[in-house]
């Protein structure tokens, strides 16, 4: 009997043991693993068990383009970008995160890693506060890029609910972009969703002003001008 009530006790001990060190393992930031930054580390890329044959080939595609870059030294920067792309394809958000920064650390007004880490932020992290840095950081290093206000805006509309800020986004943007035909049709159709069509029959006259020989636009946004 005290034989088997100390082999409980044995077998008791060592999968509080086992839970620690899971708890340690899930809870470690990537940053924090001793040489993440060396080859073998790097390209340690588990498979979702969810991937079909086309996903899994698509994978190895995006790694052998990042291996490429690793080899040549001079593509540092693009190299990270790679990897973040690996990563979020993958679900491995925390090392997309690291490495889209890396990124940013080398080249300050890296556009794309900017917004990744954005929407990184927004979607999937779901911190709203570091996800509107990003955006704004975004806005300021190219602010004559029209999906850029889209983007900025769809998450003050969807995420924040702040319908206001939204609006402010997508008037900086029709300013700073000299009434792009991008901006225009996504103001008109945030305008539609918010219910102010008066607000919406302005930008679209003004976008049949300037495109008036565009035949989309007369099949999507018409109605707006009877």
Known sequence: MKKKNFVLILLSIASLLTLCFWIFLTHQKVEDVKDWKEYKNIFAIAVPQDFNATKKE??????????????????????????GDIYQYVGDYDRAILVYKESISIVKYDLSSTLNLATIYEKHV???SIAEEYYKKAISIHDEN?????????????KMKDISSAESVYLEGLKNTGNDQYMLTKTILFYLRIEKESEAKKYA????????????????????LD
Do not use: C, H, S
Request: charged share 35%.
């Open 205 to 224: 006259k003004i976008l049949f002003e300037k495109y008036p020989n565009d035949t989309r636009y007369q099949r999507d946004f018409g109605y707006l």
């Open 58 to 83: 698509r994978l190895q595609e995006k790694i052998k383009r990042a291996q490429g870059l690793f080899e040549n030294k001079e593509d540092v920067a693009p190299f990270w970008r790679a990897m």
């Open 126 to 128: 779901e911190d709203f």
């Open 146 to 158: 029209p999906p850029v206000y889209n983007k900025f805006a769809q998450f003050y509309e969807q």
